[in-house]
């Protein structure tokens, strides 16, 4: 795909994040662009606005899609909807490239340890398989506690606990090279909360599978 004519930098072939919506853009052998509106991958649909000098279109509904023509004189199309057969034709090897979104998962712990609660342990089979599937090149594990304790205690308890995370996750067939991990003891809390005030949900490891 090629055009004599460059795109604004938020509109690029392909993917592209177009203020909060995720757009695909292709270019056709006279520089027509043609911009389509796509869900998120947890199913959301922004919205888009594709303006020239001559005018403008906003795409709204899920396949929205407009086409722009050579330069800038002309205004967007008419707002038609996309079909399925076009979008696999057109953007189907964009999409088969495209990453698949990351997986967050969120651990709990019991107070003032790094043991974890009962169903945490139950999500680490669901982790281990998300980060063993092909594709996945990184697991970042962070962790953290509440707001009682010191500062001291609490940068060791959030270590420990992202550290047993890695190991069991370890012991489950995760690629040691794809994980990460860092500690964030008070810091970056859940469910803010003052100084010394205990939170259950504050108590945790978040596992992030890209």
Same mark, same amino acid.
């Given at each position: %795909?090629?055009?004599?004519?460059?795109?604004?930098?938020?509109?690029?072939?392909?993917?592209?994040?177009?203020?909060?919506?995720?757009?695909?853009?292709?270019?056709?052998?006279?520089?027509?662009?043609?911009?389509?509106? &796509?869900?998120?991958?947890?199913?959301?649909?922004?919205?888009? *606005?594709?303006?020239?000098?001559?005018?403008?279109? &906003?795409?709204?509904?899920?396949?929205? %899609?407009?086409?722009?023509?050579?330069?800038?004189?002309?205004?967007?199309?008419?707002?038609?909807?996309?079909?399925?057969?076009?979008?696999?034709?057109?953007?189907? *090897?964009?999409?088969?490239?495209?990453?698949?979104?990351?997986?967050?998962?969120?651990?709990?712990?019991?107070?003032?340890?790094?043991?974890?609660?009962?169903?945490?342990?139950?999500?680490? *089979?669901?982790?281990?398989?998300?980060?063993?599937?092909?594709?996945?090149?990184?697991?970042?594990?962070?962790?953290?506690?509440?707001?009682?304790?010191? &500062?001291?205690?609490?940068?060791?308890?959030?270590?420990?606990?992202?550290?047993?995370?890695?190991?069991?996750?370890?012991?489950?067939?995760?690629?040691?090279?794809?994980?990460?991990?860092?500690?964030?003891?008070?810091?970056?809390?859940?469910?803010?909360?003052?100084?010394?005030?205990? *939170?259950?949900?504050?108590?945790? &490891?978040?596992?992030?599978?890209?």
């Amino acid at each position: %795909m090629s055009s004599s004519n460059p795109l604004p930098p938020t509109l690029r072939p392909g993917w592209a994040l177009y203020g909060m919506a995720a757009v695909l853009l292709a270019l056709g052998g006279c520089a027509r662009q043609s911009v389509v509106l &796509v869900p998120d991958a947890d199913g959301h649909v922004g919205t888009a *606005e594709v303006r020239t000098a001559a005018g403008r279109q &906003v795409l709204q509904k899920a396949h929205d %899609m407009t086409q722009i023509g050579a330069g800038t004189n002309a205004a967007p199309s008419a707002i038609t909807t996309a079909q399925a057969e076009f979008i696999t034709a057109t953007f189907g *090897e964009v999409l088969a490239i495209e990453p698949a979104p990351a997986k967050v998962f969120i651990l709990l712990f019991e107070s003032g340890t790094a043991q974890l609660r009962p169903d945490a342990l139950a999500q680490l *089979e669901e982790i281990a398989k998300a980060a063993t599937q092909k594709g996945t090149v990184r697991v970042s594990i962070s962790g953290h506690s509440d707001a009682t304790g010191s &500062v001291q205690i609490n940068d060791t308890l959030s270590h420990q606990r992202a550290a047993q995370v890695q190991a069991l996750l370890l012991e489950r067939g995760v690629a040691a090279q794809l994980m990460d991990v860092s500690s964030h003891g008070k810091n970056n809390p859940l469910v803010p909360t003052p100084d010394g005030v205990p *939170e259950p949900r504050n108590r945790r &490891v978040m596992v992030v599978v890209r």
